[in-house]
């Protein structure tokens, strides 16, 4: 093993121990997005803590025995790391960001050298991923976890491997039956339906489908509450239609991500590729009342006005958390907390006003909510303090 992979295990140790440097840090970043395989390498060694932690609750680990198994699938690093600027709008302020979004809550710890505003450790309460299924009941799904899931005649109608659960094409289930996932904040799942159609679920989603599409009828799925990415099968006699709290999207076969949160004001919908058609909830679908998309869109319903408007956008700012990514662009402050609270699964009160009016360009990418804090800190001097999970901001 060459020896810039064993300063790699290294910096991975230093991060773990809240011990790590800015500019280890920036180096260990930019090896995991060097190659997917060393980030694939980097969350096995993320759940092998996780799971250490709790055995019991330790501060160092074995570094050297617990990499036995992995270190010799790291690669040389040959990346010089770049730095990521956030822009404060209306101070023209800029600031070097060493954010990043990891996607999993279990890392949510004080960093070696804490803030003066940090009071005492963030404590993060551990929701599971839930599967209702349609007689009710209720299944927990483990993001390492291996599973069938069978019908009453014992058929296997789906199957789940780690963070994604795939339900069987051929199955011979020819009764409309549906199950619903529930994802809670801090976490994000991948389903993949009956047709090929596969869906990314964000923080905070909870998902209505079939078990299995029938044939001669309109593929629907519900998307209750929530967010989630469609990459939808081709099928030009079975439209495919999300229905929401407001607005319905109907498809033939494209990729398209729909937001619809309870606390948000509007639903939005946004076409990466291919068309789309939205229509209201309560009426039926008509191609010369619906609202046509082009890829490069965002169709948005307004919740109070019950009107919608269509916009040119930057499709990454709404796609980016597939990829573990928050991306934001002259996003006011007290929308930013939003993704941020279903992201790390905290919650935050915000008592500085004038910050909250505040509009950035930011782009996290894969670290504490601590560290977001932090950067927030030594650019605008904000003060805060923890609770167990809560954060206050004054």
């Known amino acids: 093993m060459q020896e810039n992979n064993i300063n790699f295990l290294q910096l991975i140790q230093d991060y773990l121990l809240k011990e790590i440097s800015d500019n280890d840090f920036m180096l260990l970043k930019s090896w995991i997005y060097e190659k997917p395989e060393n980030k694939k390498i980097f969350e096995e060694y993320l759940l092998l803590y996780k799971k250490t932690r709790e055995i019991a609750f330790i501060e160092k680990i074995d570094i050297k025995n617990s990499w036995e198994k992995i270190e010799s699938r790291l690669n040389k690093p040959n990346k010089t790391p770049s730095l990521i600027l956030i822009k404060f709008k209306k101070t023209f302020k800029y600031v070097a960001v060493f954010i990043a979004f990891l996607g999993v809550s279990y890392f949510l710890f004080n960093q070696n050298k804490p803030s003066s505003n940090t009071q005492n450790q963030l404590i993060i309460a551990q929701e599971s991923i839930k599967l209702e299924l349609e007689n009710g009941d209720i299944?927990?799904?483990?993001?390492?976890?291996?599973?069938?899931?069978?019908?009453?005649?014992?058929?296997?109608?789906?199957?789940?491997?780690?963070?994604?659960?795939?339900?069987?094409?051929?199955?011979?289930?020819?009764?409309?039956?549906?199950?619903?996932?529930?994802?809670?904040?801090?976490k994000?799942?991948?389903?993949?339906?009956?047709?090929?159609?596969?869906?990314?679920?964000?923080?905070?989603?909870?998902?209505?489908?079939?078990?299995?599409?029938?044939?001669?009828?309109?593929?629907?799925?519900?998307?209750?509450?929530?967010?989630?990415?469609?990459?939808?099968?081709?099928?030009?006699?079975?439209?495919?239609?999300?229905?929401?709290?407001?607005?319905?999207?109907?498809?033939?076969?494209?990729?398209?991500?729909?937001?619809?949160?309870?606390?948000?004001?509007?639903?939005?919908t946004v076409l990466v590729e291919g068309s789309v058609s939205v229509f209201e909830k309560e009426t039926s679908y008509d191609k010369n009342t619906s609202i046509e998309l082009k890829p490069g869109f965002k169709a948005s319903w307004n919740k109070a006005e019950n009107k919608a408007a269509i916009d040119k956008v930057d499709v990454s700012m709404y796609t980016g958390w597939v990829d573990g990514k928050l991306i934001f662009k002259n996003t006011q402050f007290k929308n930013i907390i939003k993704k941020l609270e279903r992201h790390y699964n905290v919650t935050i009160t915000n008592n500085n006003l004038k910050l909250n009016e505040q509009y950035f360009d930011a782009t996290f990418?894969?670290?504490?909510?601590?560290?977001?804090?932090?950067?927030f800190n030594k650019s605008y001097k904000i003060e805060y303090k923890i609770e167990n999970n809560q954060i206050y901001i004054n």
């Not at 780690?162 to 199955?171: D, E, F, M, R, V």
């Open 139 to 186: 299944k927990i799904i483990s993001a390492d976890g291996t599973e069938k899931l069978t019908n009453k005649s014992g058929q296997i109608v789906a199957e789940q491997a780690g963070n994604s659960l795939t339900y069987n094409k051929k199955s011979n289930h020819d009764i409309l039956e549906y199950n619903k996932l529930i994802i809670p904040n801090g």
């Open 188 to 268: 994000k799942f991948q389903i993949v339906l009956s047709d090929g159609t596969k869906i990314y679920l964000n923080s905070g989603t909870t998902l209505k489908y079939p078990v299995k599409f029938i044939a001669g009828n309109n593929r629907q799925v519900y998307l209750l509450e929530g967010e989630a990415y469609f990459d939808v099968a081709k099928d030009a006699k079975h439209p495919f239609i999300v229905n929401s709290e407001n607005m319905n999207v109907r498809v033939l076969g494209t990729e398209f991500n729909m937001s619809s949160y309870p606390e948000d004001n509007s639903i939005n």
């Open 365 to 375: 990418d894969i670290e504490t909510i601590e560290q977001v804090l932090n950067s």
